[in-house]
């Protein structure tokens, strides 16, 4: 069945059984030649990647050789793949790297300062492996370091990211570096208790999982039996068993995203009752008042459709 838009795919949090909100919920899960398969509300709505993208842009620094240059190992290419909440360990990695550049000092980030993303931390600054591994990039070109922000986020002329240096072998070799990265480090990517950490750690190495702000989550799901059956490639077809899916949530809400990523899993069956039993606490998310008591319940009200294949990029 191919599917039009949908303006019904919700999930919605309800009080004592009246509904209080409706979460629009826009999703996409596509094949590694970008066909659309399945889709949830509008696939083709346009938002900004946001963190999501730092996968990809970490490619963008593997590219310049920064990574063998300066010795970053794995869990050094998951840290500059993160979001994460600066515990001891993450700060710790971000000074090592950075001892690691040369001229390189802790005044020259540009990432800025934000809340903890831990509860568990208490910190001003949070001091991000991402920019450290774009200066690291930035001191291999022989680029100042000033204005590297502006310069990584630049777009040619045709509007795509500029970040095409190597063949395709070797982006493919890095690509898999970063996937092996953030699937064997993925402390390093998110944090205690955080639900990028607690699914890549569910799921093994069957997926790579990154939280963008605003309600933005991508998944790169490595090629199974699962997947096979869901893309319809052949087992001697690797790369058309491989999928990736994007989610956004229209009001933008992080608990939500959460429950809308593991649905929309557990319905097209990424993943096992086991894996799906260790991250039922985001899944089965529950309204509680400060005492505790479970006030509402958390619904998801869409079904997965279809689609035809259309080419998405």
């Avoid at 680029?143 to 040619?156: H, I, L, N, Q, T």
């Avoid at 069956?269 to 509680?288: A, C, D, M, T």
């Amino acid at each position: 069945m191919t599917k039009s838009t949908r303006t019904e795919d919700y999930i919605i949090t309800d009080r004592g059984g009246i509904v209080e909100n409706r979460h629009a919920v826009h999703a996409a899960i596509v094949d590694a030649a970008g066909r659309l398969l399945y889709s949830v509300g509008n696939p083709t709505r346009i938002t900004l990647a946001r963190s999501t993208a730092k996968p990809a842009q970490a490619l963008a620094i593997l590219e310049t050789g920064a990574a063998e240059r300066f010795q970053f190992d794995d869990a050094d290419v998951a840290l500059m793949c993160a979001s994460h909440s600066s515990e001891d360990r993450h700060v710790a990695r971000s000074r090592s790297m950075l001892a690691r550049v040369p001229g390189l000092q802790e005044s020259d980030l540009r990432c800025g300062g934000h809340p903890p993303l831990s509860d568990e931390v208490n910190r001003a600054w949070l001091r991000s492996g991402f920019h450290v591994g774009m200066l690291a990039g930035a001191a291999v070109l022989g680029a100042p370091f000033e204005g590297y922000e502006r310069k990584a986020a630049s777009v040619d002329s045709g509007g795509s990211i500029g970040t095409k240096v190597a063949g395709t072998d070797e982006r493919t070799r890095k690509m898999a570096r970063i996937f092996h990265a953030m699937s064997d480090y993925p402390e390093m990517a998110g944090g205690e208790g955080r639900f990028c950490t607690l699914f890549m750690q569910a799921y093994g190495r069957g997926l790579i999982g990154k939280l963008g702000a605003d309600g933005c989550y991508g998944v790169a799901i490595r090629a199974s039996e699962q997947t096979a059956q869901l893309s319809g490639g052949g087992r001697g077809n690797a790369e058309s068993q491989v999928l990736g899916l994007a989610v956004k949530i229209e009001d933008g809400s992080i608990e939500i995203l959460y429950v809308a990523v593991m649905e929309i899993l557990k319905q097209r069956g990424i993943g096992n009752p086991e894996v799906w039993g260790k991250l039922s606490y985001f899944h089965h998310l529950e309204q509680r008042n400060t005492m505790g008591v479970v006030t509402g319940r958390v619904t998801p009200v869409f079904e997965i459709s279809e689609n035809s294949g259309v080419q998405m990029f």
